[in-house]
């Protein structure tokens, strides 16, 4: 199995202590040699249809807000974060192109929030 992944991403301060981070990302990978879309060969002693050993490719992209906070008493440093991110996977997506068909494409929104303290 060969693997590509690509990710790019900008963190860019705005006011108020604020940091603005766009990103975007690319994965891709080839069919594992075992891997078989359904059992055709009983014959062969190793095989799996698990479709997350097919050949697809995935795209990535998302937009995340960061706020550090510094010198608030008894806190060594705590950060907010809130973010937005689009995953859409498909197998016409693999480097070199995949016709082996649909039946595992997949796409969804993932929206994110976290509060980090450090005493």
């Known amino acids: 199995m060969n ?14 202590g604020w940091l603005v981070v766009p990103r975007f990302r690319y994965y891709s990978q080839d069919a594992a ?8 060969n009983l014959k062969e002693t190793v095989y799996s249809s698990d479709y997350r050993l097919q050949g ?8 995340k807000f960061v ?4 010198g ?20 016409g997506y693999e480097l070199g192109g995949n016709s ?3 039946f595992a494409d997949f796409s969804y929104y993932l929206l ?7 005493f």
């Open 56 to 63: 697809f490719g995935a795209f990535t992209g998302g937009l």
């Open 3 to 16: 693997t590509f992944t690509t990710e790019i991403s900008w963190h860019q301060p705005i006011a108020a």
């Open 100 to 102: 082996l068909g649909d």
């Open 33 to 40: 040699s075992f891997y078989r879309p359904v059992a055709t």
């Open 72 to 91: 608030i008493k008894n806190l060594h440093e705590g950060k907010f974060q809130i973010g937005a991110e689009y995953y859409d996977h498909s197998a």
């Open 112 to 118: 994110t929030a976290s509060f980090n303290l450090k």
């Open 67 to 70: 706020k550090n906070f510094n």
